[in-house]
C-alpha cells in the first residue's frame, strides 16, 4: 500500500521532470552545480543529489521527508527571473505573512529546542555550529553567540543565542530574510528550522 508521503514524494518529481535542472543550477549561486547527471544543492552544507529519479543524500540514500519537501518545494518554486528591488532585512518567524498558524510549533520545535538542549553548552553549540558551514556573525546583534548559516543558495539564516543567567533561561531566536518568501512557503520555512534543529542535535 502507498503511504501519503510516497504520493506526494511521487507528485514532487513529477513536477521536477518538467524542470530543466541544468539551466536551473546556472540561476542558482555557485553553490549549487550540475554534475551531468544531477543538480547537487546543499543544504546547510550537506549534499543533495536531485534528479527525476529522485532526491538522494551523499551516501546515495534517499533524503528524509523534511530534506524531501524542503528542497522539492525550493526547485518547483524557485523564482524564474531575478528578485528585483529586494530588500535584505532580518525577519523573525512571526512576522511573516502566513506564518501564524505554525508560529507556536517553530517556537517549541526549533528555537526552545535548542535554547534548552545548549543551555549551560555554548561551547558544543558553537562547535556544532561550525561543523555545519556556520560563521559567526557579529554585525549589531548583542548576543552571546550569532551564527549565519547558508541553508540553500539565497537562503541565509540567522541563529541568536544566549547563555541561561540567574535571571532568565538560555534563550535562542532564529532570523531570516525577507527575500526567503520568494522561494519557499511559511510550512517550509518552518520544516527548514526542524531540519537546522535536527542536524544541530545529532552533530
Given amino acids: 500500500m502507498t503511504s501519503i508521503f510516497e504520493k506526494i514524494y511521487h507528485n514532487y518529481l513529477e513536477y521536477i521532470k518538467k524542470i530543466d535542472l541544468k539551466k536551473l543550477s546556472k540561476r542558482m549561486d555557485s553553490k549549487a552545480v550540475w554534475n551531468g ?4 544543492i546543499p543544504l546547510f552544507s550537506r549534499p543533495f543529489f536531485i ?3 529522485g532526491i538522494k543524500n551523499s551516501s546515495g540514500k534517499n533524503a528524509l521527508h523534511t530534506e524531501i519537501v524542503v528542497l522539492s518545494k525550493y526547485i518547483i518554486g524557485f523564482p524564474k527571473k531575478e528578485i528585483k ?3 535584505k532585512e532580518w525577519k523573525h518567524y512571526r512576522d511573516f505573512k502566513d506564518a501564524a498558524p505554525l508560529l507556536s510549533a517553530f517556537s517549541n520545535n526549533v528555537e526552545k529546542k535548542i535554547a534548552t538542549t545548549f543551555s549551560g553548552k555554548k561551547e558544543l553549540l558553537i562547535e556544532c555550529s561550525k561543523r555545519l558551514g556556520g560563521i559567526l556573525y557579529k554585525e549589531g546583534w548583542n548576543y552571546d553567540i550569532s551564527f549565519l548559516f547558508c541553508a540553500l543558495p539565497h537562503i541565509p539564516v540567522l541563529l541568536l543565542f544566549n ?3 540567574e535571571l532568565f533561561p538560555a534563550q535562542c531566536i532564529i532570523l ?3 527575500t526567503i518568501e520568494h522561494f519557499l512557503d511559511m510550512e517550509s520555512v518552518a520544516i527548514l528550522g526542524l ?3 535536527e542536524y544541530l542535535l545529532l552533530l
Avoid at 547527471?37 to 547537487?40: A, D, F, I, N, P
Fill in 37 to 40: 547527471k544531477e543538480l547537487v
Fill in 163 to 165: 547563555e541561561a543567567d
Fill in 176 to 178: 531570516f530574510k525577507e
Fill in 51 to 53: 534528479s527525476e529519479q
Fill in 85 to 87: 528591488n529586494k530588500r
Fill in 195 to 197: 531540519i537546522l534543529t
